[in-house]
């Protein structure tokens, strides 16, 4: 009997010790999908920022163009004698509104967007920016996750050192959003104070030739 409880000992330390074992091989292999997920969302994160505000930028140039191209217009109309000066002022005042009511138009899902995270988080821009960044890249990096495809042998390992494939996969998702929570300011500040330049510059160049075309 004796013996036979120093084999079951023995048996059962080999068990844990090969258990703590497996435990630490799957940590390690966590922290090192937790390493590149992060690296790779990062990346994504600053290409996907980077074509977004050119792509915005790029629209709201052509805009700009097109309604600087019609007040032009509507200005030469008017120095050629072709339209008198108060029907020139009563015609940009009316482009000038429908101008308006158009960027209002196709801003406002952005702008009523930005108004409920905003809300949500308090007021605060970088946290409602940081939270939401952090909310996608859970969601992606779960389904991405969740679609690899998971091998007899992945199983096995996961089962005997006491861990689920779910369990896992949640927890890559958290970490990888956590990091991208923390370092969303400082990956998109360049791009955002970049993007906020040349809006800028491009609207005070707008504002001021509308200034020139009524003195």
């Known amino acids: 009997m004796r013996s036979f409880f120093l084999i079951a000992s023995a048996v059962g330390a080999g068990l844990a010790f090969g258990r703590r074992y497996l435990e630490k091989g799957v940590s390690s292999q966590k922290n090192q999908a937790i390493e590149a997920a992060a690296i790779e969302t990062r990346r994504r ?35 050629y004698g072709a339209l008198e000066r108060q029907h020139f002022v009563l015609s940009v005042s009316v482009v000038l509104g429908l101008f308006l009511i158009r960027d209002i138009w196709v801003s406002w899902p952005f702008v009523r967007l930005g108004l409920t ?15 939401v960044v952090a909310g996608h890249v859970f969601q992606q990096v779960l389904t991405e996750a969740q679609a690899a495809p998971a091998t007899r042998t992945s199983k096995i390992m996961l089962m005997l050192a006491g861990q689920s494939r779910e369990g896992l996969e949640q ?38 030739s509308v200034f020139l075309l009524l003195a």
Do not use: C, Q
Request: aromatic residues 10%; positive net charge; without cysteine.
């Open 45 to 79: 994160i600053k290409r996907h920022a980077d074509d977004f505000l050119k792509r915005s930028f790029r629209a709201f140039a052509i805009a700009t163009g097109i309604k600087l191209t019609l007040l032009i217009a509507l200005w030469g109309l008017a120095h």
């Open 117 to 131: 995270e905003l809300a949500r988080y308090g007021w605060r821009p970088k946290l409602a920016l940081s939270e």
């Open 171 to 208: 927890d890559i998702a958290s970490s990888v959003a956590a990091i991208a929570r923390n370092t969303t300011w400082s990956d998109l500040r360049p791009f955002l104070i970049s993007a906020g330049i040349k809006t800028g510059a491009l609207m005070a160049l707008y504002s001021v």
